[in-house]
């Protein structure tokens, strides 16, 4: 089966929702043995395979989790348009790129390859265990960019969740000086946080969540703020994370109340160069293809990100998928056979 429509069709009704790759798990690891790979899988259920072609490989790598409603998806395909029956996601994001590659391999692979197929890429805490020293491909592709096809992208941000929490007293609103009000300090910090894009767009700081207080006739005893910051730039997100520690530990001072100040979810990010070999090479895959090459400074994150910490240069290539994460979601059929069409000029050409 060497259909890339085919074959997404059927992986799309596999439900995968993140931390449930089990089924489609499965299915891969038993068309990965039959094409003669060899597997590996790590403890959160990452599948690395290699095959056997001697010379130096190229790494792709996907995901196989979904975001939901991503159960019992029913693919329909009318007018050129593969979109679901709207009661759920498509879940192109991103087994658009697995049947690519399933269909690509299938065609002809007779240069040396990997494979990473990752769980849990939708909520983190999947591919950041994986056992990188397996690898040998110095350079890898991700097809994970929701744009037209042509898309490159050139970086992505580091990215860090904060959470602060402020302590005071709490006491009956009729007798606010017997108790210490929690909400000033946050409030004050807050006030001297700028919050957006900043740093003509290097950077984004969010405020996503500020709770706290008991009653509306109670002095607030706890306030607790989370928020994160993201930045193109090491340097910037350095200082921005030491600005907010500062803001708050100087607040909690002042109005004499405890703070604490954690960090979780960390994500490297990664730059590459408008010059790298790699990037010159994939755009005149593309160019060859009749497919304008187009370079974007400005993403989200990916598997990407963590393939690129590790020392793997991964590029994160466009996949043409429309309205990811939304009952709209939707690929063209033309696009999906395109797809397919470049992995396979990749495995031959890069």
Partial sequence: MNNVIDIFLSIVK????SGKEGQISL????WLTNNKFQLKIDTVGNIYAKNNVKGVPLLFCAHMDTVQPGENINPIVKNGI???DGKTILGADNKAAIAAIMSAVDTNCNRSLEILFT???ETGDGVEHFHFEWIEAKKALIFDSVKPLGGIILRSPYIYNFDIQFTGKAAHSSTPNAGINAFIPAFKMLSKLPVG????????????????GTGINTIPNTIHIQGEVRSYSKKLFDQHLKKIKQLAEKYATKYKVKYTF???GYCSGYTHSY???????????????AIKPVIYAHSGVSDANVLNEHGIKTLNLSDGVQFPHTTSEQ???QDLINLSKLVQKCITEL
């Fill in 331 to 333: 690929i063209n059929v």
């Fill in 27 to 30: 299915f891969l690891q038993k």
């Fill in 197 to 212: 894009s900043i740093d003509k767009d290097e950077t984004t700081i969010n405020v996503g969540l500020v709770e706290g």
């Fill in 262 to 264: 954690a960090l979780n």
């Fill in 82 to 84: 593969i979109k679901s």
């Fill in 275 to 289: 010059k790298d070999p790699l990037i010159g090479l994939v755009s005149n895959i593309f160019l060859q293809s």
């Fill in 119 to 121: 769980v849990k890429e």
């Fill in 14 to 17: 596999i439900d995968s929702p």
